[in-house]
Antibody
Framework: QLQLQESGPGLVKPSETLSLTCTVS??????????WGWIRQPAGKGLEWIGT???????FYTPSLESRVTIYRDTSKNQFSLRLNSVTAADTAVYYC????????????????WGQGTLVTVSS | EIVMTQSPATLSVSPGERVTLSCRAS??????LAWYQQKPGQAPRLLIY???NRATGIPARFSGSGSGTEFTLTISILQSEDFAVYYC??????????FGQGTRLDIK
């Protein structure tokens, strides 16, 4: 059974960098059949897609965050990570990692497996 | 960016009732639409993809329909475990993907 688990600091200071890692078990991030994404959700609000990485290392980012976001992978550890620079209180949210499949070699950009989420608070 | 609008924001219903949730896209997304269910403290769960296909393990009481800009999620006979927040997500012309703001189902 595929499992995703987010990890990282729960508290980040304003202007610093938020760093989270998603550890995947029961499946390989090196498979060409899947993409791996990050989504966030401020308390009491809706979902916002942040970005996605493919097994090849190709990345896709939401335009509003693209200047501050980096997603990268470590295939030896079966992990992918999120880095968000210059954070403010507006970046306080629960951050989820999730999987997107492919069909016929083309991404199907909905999310079929999710991690449990991790709360990151931006505060001094 | 394609904006997804869900209505109503909150719906109070009784177990056993039939309920229909709406999702509207600011421009056509074809059938590139998914629905998720989220319970408090949990991650979203995929219910429907490609507008009408049920995800693995999703009960038949959940059904999706629509195309273009108008979509609906119907729960035929509400069970107690169905009270949650429901989100739609479009993925036409990925990237990006965008989500609706959610509809909360409350117990009447």
């Amino acid at each position: 059974q595929l499992q995703l688990q987010e990890s990282g600091p729960g508290l980040v200071k304003p202007s610093e960098t938020l760093s989270l890692t998603c550890t995947v078990s029961g499946g390989s991030i090196s498979s060409s059949s899947y993409y791996w994404g990050w989504i966030r959700q401020p308390a009491g609000k809706g979902l916002e897609w942040i970005g996605t990485i493919y097994y090849s290392g190709t990345t896709f980012y939401t335009p509003s965050l693209e200047s501050r976001v980096t997603i990268y992978r470590d295939t030896s550890k079966n992990q992918f990570s999120l880095r968000l620079n210059s954070v403010t209180a507006a970046d306080t949210a629960v951050y989820y990692c999730a999987r997107q499949k492919t069909f016929g070699g083309v991404i199907t950009p909905y999310f079929d497996y999710w991690g449990q989420g991790t709360l990151v608070t931006v505060s001094s | 960016e394609i904006v997804m609008t869900q209505s109503p924001a909150t719906l109070s219903v009784s177990p056993g009732e039939r309920v229909t949730l709406s999702c509207r896209a600011s421009q056509s997304v074809g059938r590139d639409l998914a629905w998720y269910q989220q319970k408090p403290g949990q991650a979203p769960r995929l219910l429907i993809y490609n507008a009408s296909n049920r995800a693995t393990g999703i009960p038949a009481r959940f059904s999706g329909s629509g195309s273009g800009t108008e979509f609906t999620l119907t729960i035929s006979i509400l069970q107690s475990e169905d009270f949650a927040v429901y989100y739609c997500q479009q993925y036409d012309n990925w990237p990006p993907v965008t989500f609706g703001q959610g509809t909360r189902l409350d117990i009447k």
